[in-house]
């Protein structure tokens, strides 16, 4: 079992929709979970991080955490055909040297938003 | 404000042939820096990180190498190209504390091996 699943999609959507993007774990010790965003041809990009159960919410977009049941979603209102990106879910993993951690990263879902 | 810069954006390289990416941070110091390869639909395999200059730990074997020279540049290199070393290169850093911290990514290079 992978550490981090990901459902690839293509998850295809009309504009205005709400979009729901969800990852699961099997690592208890994860704290601290990422959300990125990816155009094709460029680098992801980091959207929101929390450390904490919960919801936390930045303009269209909401991340929640259910540590209960090692699963969290990546919300979006009002879909946009700018949006159409791959999404990345990232959770804390690997403790390196200097005390830092190295994320465990989701394959990434393809979200495409139709006009 | 925090950049990073990878270059070349693509590269079409001969096997057998040397590589050399190279990736600047600007506006922090001593930031921790990676790099990671993503193959489509393989997600993100890190390669290298570095947690100072001279400092490079290997995550994978291979025929690669990692040397960061200087406080803000990771540079990526290899003697002699196999058709598996093709994809998309991306460079990322962090902020260097304990505990979690988010990485920034560069816009990567995607390598075509011939």
């Known amino acids: 079992q992978k550490e981090v699943e990901q459902d690839p999609g293509p998850l295809s959507v009309p504009e205005g929709a709400i979009v729901s993007l969800n990852c699961t774990y099997s690592?208890?010790?994860?704290?601290?979970f990422m959300w990125y965003r990816q155009y094709s041809r460029k680098g992801p990009e980091l959207l929101m991080y929390?450390?904490?159960?919960g919801n936390k919410e930045d303009g269209r977009f909401t991340a929640q955490v259910d540590k209960s049941s090692k699963y969290i979603s990546l919300f979006i209102r009002d879909s946009q055909p700018s949006d159409s990106a791959t999404y990345l879910c990232?959770?804390?993993?690997?403790?390196?040297?200097?005390?830092?951690?190295?994320?465990?990263f989701g394959r990434g879902t393809s979200l495409i938003v139709h006009p | 404000s925090q950049t990073i810069h990878q270059w070349p954006a693509t590269l079409v390289q001969p096997v057998g042939s040397p590589l050399s990416l190279e990736c600047t941070v600007e506006?922090?110091?001593?930031?921790?820096l990676y790099w990671y390869r993503q193959a489509a639909g393989r997600g993100l395999q890190l390669l290298f990180y570095?947690?100072?200059?001279?400092?490079i730990s290997s995550e994978v074997p291979q025929n690669l190498s990692a040397s960061r020279p200087q406080d803000r540049q990771f540079i990526l290199s290899s003697k002699k190209l196999l058709l598996s070393d093709s994809g998309f290169y991306l460079c990322?850093?962090?902020?260097?504390?304990?505990?979690?911290?988010?990485?920034?990514f560069g816009d990567g290079t995607r390598l075509s091996i011939l």
């Open positions: 990322a850093w962090s902020v260097a504390t304990a505990g979690n911290q988010p990485q920034h």
């Open positions: 690592n208890s010790a994860f704290q601290y």
């Open positions: 929390t450390y904490s159960s």
């Open positions: 990232a959770m804390s993993g690997v403790l390196m040297a200097g005390g830092s951690y190295i994320p465990t």
């Open positions: 506006g922090t110091s001593n930031p921790n």
């Open positions: 570095s947690v100072g200059i001279g400092q």
